[in-house]
């Protein structure tokens, strides 16, 4: 059975790093496509960024471009969210969710709605 553990999350000031671990287990294979999520208290949960099983096809939501950067270690079964020059409206529970998509599906953009299979999540707090 496919579980996933996120960790790394934490409190940190405003323009500081984190960066989030999410481990994969219950696969013989990196065959997972993967993508990142967050909610704010009071907010609905939105797509931040995805991966595919590759490690070379990324997306990014506008709100994150450029500050946070997402990447795989397919040995460890390991997908990382480097989050860096975080702000106060980063404050959130991250997840990280899997989902297996056919070849070429996440090419020109995430399917955040998509993903099945979810972790527990982990608490970012930014504040100063």
């Known amino acids: 059975q496919l579980q996933l553990v996120e960790s790394g999350g934490g409190s940190v000031q405003p323009g500081g790093s984190l960066r989030l671990s999410c481990k994969i287990s219950?696969?013989?294979?990196?065959?997972?496509?993967v993508g990142w999520f967050r909610q704010a208290p009071g907010k609905e949960r939105e797509g931040v960024s995805c991966?595919?099983?590759?490690?070379?096809?990324?997306h990014y939501a506008d709100s994150v471009a450029g500050r946070f950067t997402i990447s795989r270690d397919i040995g460890k079964n390991t997908v990382y969210l480097q989050m860096d020059n975080l702000k106060i409206e980063d404050t959130a529970v991250y997840y990280c969710?899997?989902?297996?998509?056919?070849?070429?599906?996440?090419?020109?953009?995430?399917?955040?709605?998509?993903?099945?299979?979810w972790g527990q999540g982990t608490q970012v707090t930014v504040s100063s």
């Open positions: 969710a899997a989902e297996s998509f056919s070849n070429y599906y996440m090419d020109y953009a995430c399917p955040y709605p998509e993903f099945g299979s």
């Open positions: 219950g696969v013989t294979r990196d065959i997972y496509d």
């Open positions: 991966i595919d099983r590759t490690g070379y096809v990324t």
